[in-house]
């Protein structure tokens, strides 16, 4: 079975700052997909980005990118520019892509933005 | 907009009730799922459902069952609510296809057992 670890339950950052929020799974498989998953307070849960473990590029979306490192089963999330409204929780999740795209997520990380 | 949404946003229920959860997406996804989100604990499934009338069994299903009758909803029961049941509860949805789609998730239900 699949396992995703989030080893940071609070991190801080101050706005404009630039934060990483890591993330590490174990898998047997080679073919695979990884997300980050955003749950602002009392809003819903949103996708922030996605990779696939075929690919070698990083993904990136506007001030959120990841570092994926497949060898070493690491995926973290950079935050550059944070705002206010990046305050939420962040969830690292895995899909194999077969058996209805079952999503196993890890524990998250609270992460505050600091003025 | 895709929308997913969930009957209750905050639910207290008597220990032995029998508890329905019910949660409706606009948008003809054919995938839908039932977590519950404990501190500490992230997000665990509970059940999902690719198609009317199919559900298989998540990673936690004791002490719940589910119901999908039509493609837009997807029902979660808890036969005999006990404490250890409080939680939050989330649904979410998602297309079919051969690269995991983006689920989208329901404002979700806080749960409280006493």
């Known amino acids: 079975a699949q396992t995703v670890t989030q080893s940071q339950p609070e991190m801080s950052v101050q706005e404009a700052e630039t934060v990483t929020l890591s993330c590490t799974y174990d898998?047997?498989?080679?073919?695979?997909?990884l997300f980050w998953y955003k749950q602002p307070p009392s809003r819903q849960m949103i996708l922030v980005i996605r990779?696939?473990?075929?690919?070698?590029q990083n993904a990136t979306e506007n001030r959120f990118s990841v570092n994926f490192q497949k060898a070493a089963k690491s995926f973290s999330l950079k935050i550059s520019d944070s705002q206010l409204g990046d305050a939420a929780m962040y969830f690292c999740?895995?899909?194999f892509g077969r058996g209805g795209n079952k999503l196993t997520f890890g524990t998250g990380t609270q992460l505050k933005v600091e003025l | 907009d895709v929308k997913v949404t969930q009957s209750s946003r905050y639910l207290v229920k008597r220990t032995g009730e029998k508890v329905f959860l019910e949660c409706v997406q606009d948008?003809?996804?054919?995938?839908m799922f039932w977590y519950r989100q404990d501190p500490g604990l992230g997000l665990r499934l509970i059940y999902f459902?690719?198609?009317?009338?199919?559900?298989e069994k998540g990673d936690i299903p004791e002490g719940y069952s589910v119901s999908r009758e039509k493609k837009e909803r997807f029902s979660l029961i808890l036969e005999s609510a006990s404490t250890n049941q409080t939680s939050m509860y989330l649904c979410?949805?998602?297309?079919?296809?051969?690269?995991?789609?983006?689920?989208?998730f329901g404002p979700g239900t806080r749960l409280t057992v006493t």
């Open positions: 979410a949805s998602s297309l079919t296809s051969g690269i995991p789609s983006e689920q989208y």
């Open positions: 898998t047997s498989e080679s073919d695979y997909y």
């Open positions: 990779q696939e473990a075929y690919k070698q």
């Open positions: 999740a895995f899909s």
């Open positions: 948008m003809d996804h054919e995938n």
């Open positions: 459902s690719y198609d009317v009338k199919m559900k």
